[in-house]
């Protein structure tokens, strides 16, 4: 089998992986898309059973993943799913559609029409660009003289993106979340995720422990990756005051470096697992 | 090419002139952060190690 693997930074993950395949003496070609320029119409890629995404950026994963699927090559993540996860408003109406419960949204086209979604969603409020992770440019709005300066800086100094205006009320989750990983069509593992900051994101300081993947929580998280087209996704998902569980945001390139000891799941192998699944079906 | 853009030969940091404790396995791609400037140097060469300034996040990066 021969697997090609896409990336530019390598993270602890894509090391993980790397090693994980050596282990099991499973041909890995280490891809860097900043490396490789494609010659339209002819097929190159052929080699390669699976080509694994691993790409750090959206724009050059998406030009990637396009140019190889139109080479017939199989892909992981597929490039739909890519895109449906690499844009909050599309992940959104994504869940949506297929009525999987997630944190309700607005969108804003301008700054004036934005200061009215946020007023209709109550205060605080949360808004978001709609591509970007790690918990970055996230703004919690408490008031409307907030609002207004966070919306004047986002219309002013902020690429066309950021002129899509991202809205959702603030959820009080009790200074935690969870992120559940899903591998094909199994809920792998979960961990919670704990801050003393509204924002939970692990590469913000959050903590991390062990969530018990609870039939709830299986069903939510299996349903949104199916939402999204399937493959192998991170999601975060909100505990509401009342105890629903509602889906935030869903992640095609999942990392899990501070998951794996915490949950005791060995994430790169059961990933690996995965790929090798669908290369061999490939 | 800014200065610090051209891959150097290990063990300094580019920016601060720093000794690198660099670790062993590392491979194209991976970065190393300067324990003294904190700043991000990526891995391009492994035999011998050479490294360069790291680019900064992008808007579109994440997971």
Same mark, same amino acid.
């Given at each position: #089998?021969?697997?090609?693997?896409? !990336?530019?930074?390598?993270?602890?993950?894509?090391? #993980?992986?790397?090693?994980?395949?050596?282990?099991?003496?499973?041909?890995?070609?280490?891809?860097?898309?900043?490396?490789?320029?494609?010659?339209?119409?002819?097929?190159?890629?052929?080699?390669?059973?699976?080509?694994?995404?691993?790409?750090?950026?959206?724009?050059?994963?998406? %030009?990637?993943?396009?140019?190889?699927?139109?080479?017939?090559?199989?892909?992981?993540?597929?490039? $739909?799913?890519?895109?449906?996860? /690499?844009?909050?408003?599309?992940?959104?109406?994504?869940?949506?559609?297929?009525?999987?419960?997630?944190?309700?949204?607005?969108?804003?086209?301008?700054?004036?029409?934005?200061?009215?979604?946020?007023?209709?969603?109550?205060?605080?409020? *949360?808004?978001?660009?709609?591509?970007?992770?790690?918990? =970055?440019?996230?703004?919690?709005?408490?008031?409307?003289?907030?609002?207004?300066?966070?919306?004047?800086?986002?219309? !002013?100094?902020?690429?066309?993106?950021?002129?899509?205006?991202?809205?959702?009320?603030?959820?009080?989750?009790?200074?935690?979340?969870?992120?559940?990983? *899903?591998? /094909?069509?199994?809920?792998?593992?979960?961990?919670?995720?704990?801050? @003393? !900051?509204?924002?939970?994101?692990?590469?913000? &300081?959050? $903590?991390?422990? @062990?969530?018990?993947?609870?039939?709830?929580?299986?069903?939510?998280?299996?349903?949104?990756?199916?939402?999204? +087209?399937?493959?192998?996704?991170?999601?975060?998902?909100?505990?509401?005051?009342? &105890?629903?569980?509602?889906?935030?945001?869903?992640?095609?390139?999942?990392?899990? =470096? @501070?998951?794996?000891?915490?949950?005791?799941?060995?994430?790169?192998?059961?990933?690996?697992?995965?790929?090798? /699944?669908?290369?061999?079906?490939? | #090419?800014?200065? +610090?853009?051209?891959?150097?030969?290990?063990?300094?940091?580019?920016?601060?002139? %720093?000794?690198?404790?660099?670790?062993? &396995?590392?491979? *194209? /791609?991976?970065?190393?952060?300067?324990?003294?400037? +904190?700043?991000?140097?990526?891995?391009?060469?492994?035999?011998?190690?050479?490294?360069?300034?790291?680019?900064?996040?992008?808007?579109?990066?994440?997971?």
């Amino acid at each position: #089998m021969n697997i090609g693997l896409l !990336h530019s930074r390598i993270r602890a993950e894509e090391k #993980m992986l790397l090693e994980e395949f050596k282990r099991r003496e499973i041909r890995c070609e280490e891809i860097d898309v900043r490396k490789i320029a494609f010659l339209s119409g002819h097929v190159t890629w052929s080699r390669f059973d699976l080509v694994v995404d691993r790409c750090i950026s959206e724009a050059q994963a998406e %030009a990637t993943l396009a140019i190889l699927e139109s080479m017939d090559i199989p892909c992981v993540n597929r490039l $739909s799913v890519r895109q449906v996860c /690499g844009n909050k408003l599309t992940t959104s109406l994504a869940l949506e559609r297929a009525g999987v419960p997630s944190i309700p949204f607005r969108i804003a086209l301008s700054a004036e029409s934005a200061l009215q979604a946020i007023a209709g969603v109550g205060y605080p409020a *949360v808004l978001k660009p709609i591509v970007g992770s790690w918990g =970055r440019f996230l703004a919690r709005v408490n008031d409307a003289d907030a609002a207004e300066a966070v919306l004047e800086h986002k219309s !002013h100094l902020g690429s066309p993106m950021h002129q899509v205006f991202y809205i959702q009320p603030f959820i009080e989750k009790g200074g935690s979340d969870i992120r559940s990983f *899903v591998i /094909g069509d199994e809920t792998v593992a979960a961990i919670r995720r704990r801050s @003393n !900051h509204w924002i939970t994101n692990t590469a913000r &300081g959050a $903590s991390a422990e @062990n969530c018990v993947v609870t039939s709830e929580l299986d069903r939510i998280s299996r349903d949104a990756a199916l939402a999204v +087209g399937g493959g192998a996704v991170a999601i975060d998902v909100v505990e509401t005051p009342d &105890g629903r569980l509602l889906i935030n945001e869903v992640n095609a390139t999942m990392e899990f =470096r @501070n998951s794996i000891d915490t949950t005791g799941v060995n994430i790169p192998a059961r990933l690996v697992d995965f790929f090798v /699944g669908l290369g061999a079906a490939a | #090419m800014a200065s +610090g853009q051209y891959p150097v030969a290990a063990t300094v940091c580019i920016e601060c002139h %720093a000794q690198l404790p660099l670790r062993d &396995g590392l491979i *194209v /791609g991976e970065i190393v952060q300067c324990p003294e400037c +904190g700043v991000e140097l990526e891995v391009v060469e492994v035999e011998p190690i050479r490294l360069q300034l790291a680019p900064e996040v992008e808007e579109d990066w994440g997971e």
